[in-house]
């Protein structure tokens, strides 16, 4: 993958332009999740996008704080098995979901990913491989590393991205 400077620092070596937050993924390359379906992500934190492969607009963005950072928030939600399991309290908007039958333990499951819980409910998808199949086949993925911000700094970035984009599923 390409070297990135990170948003902050884009933003605070790149004065004399306005870049903004809702530009910040228009310099990062888009990863193939069809080619590469386990993708080499760094252990920083960020902010990732799923895009759609048509036409490249924003489906989901979200952002990686923790300790693991962008891999670990991504690889949840690229694990066909990163589901949620419940003794029977469900949303009826899961109601597809559950209709599937498919259980873990004995529990029945939903997506637990946010995007992969959006996806299976507004286009009936069943939890795990089946969501995840659809998320690989439409959608690309581009991550932006933010190595020094605050944690509270990364959320606002994302909250702003949200706001400027307004991506399909957040």
């Known amino acids: 993958y390409c070297e990135r400077k990170s948003a902050v620092d884009r933003n605070e070596t790149d004065s004399n332009s306005k870049q903004s937050h809702s530009s910040i993924f228009d310099d990062v390359p888009r990863i193939d999740l069809l080619k590469y379906p386990k993708p080499d992500v760094p252990l920083t934190c960020g902010i990732y996008c799923f895009r759609n492969r048509e036409d490249g607009s924003p489906a989901y963005i979200g952002s990686a704080t923790g300790q693991r950072g962008l891999r670990a928030r991504i690889s949840q939600h690229l694990n066909p098995i990163y589901l949620e399991a419940r003794p029977r309290v469900f949303s009826r908007f899961d109601e597809a979901?559950?209709?599937?039958?498919?259980?873990?333990?004995?529990?029945?499951?939903?997506?637990?990913?946010?995007?992969?819980k959006?996806?299976?409910?507004?286009?009936?998808?069943?939890?795990?491989?089946?969501?995840?199949?659809?998320?690989?086949?439409?959608?690309?993925?581009?991550?932006?590393?933010?190595?020094?911000?605050?944690?509270?700094?990364?959320?606002?970035?994302?909250?702003?991205?949200?706001?400027?984009?307004?991506?399909t599923y957040n």
């Not at 979901?97 to 992969?116: C, D, M, P």
Request: hydrophobic share 35%.
């Open 97 to 116: 979901q559950v209709a599937t039958g498919i259980t873990h333990n004995g529990k029945l499951v939903i997506e637990k990913s946010y995007f992969r």
């Open 118 to 167: 959006q996806l299976a409910r507004r286009h009936d998808l069943a939890p795990g491989t089946e969501c995840l199949t659809y998320l690989i086949s439409r959608f690309t993925l581009s991550y932006v590393e933010f190595p020094d911000a605050s944690r509270e700094e990364i959320l606002l970035a994302e909250s702003e991205l949200i706001e400027d984009q307004n991506p």
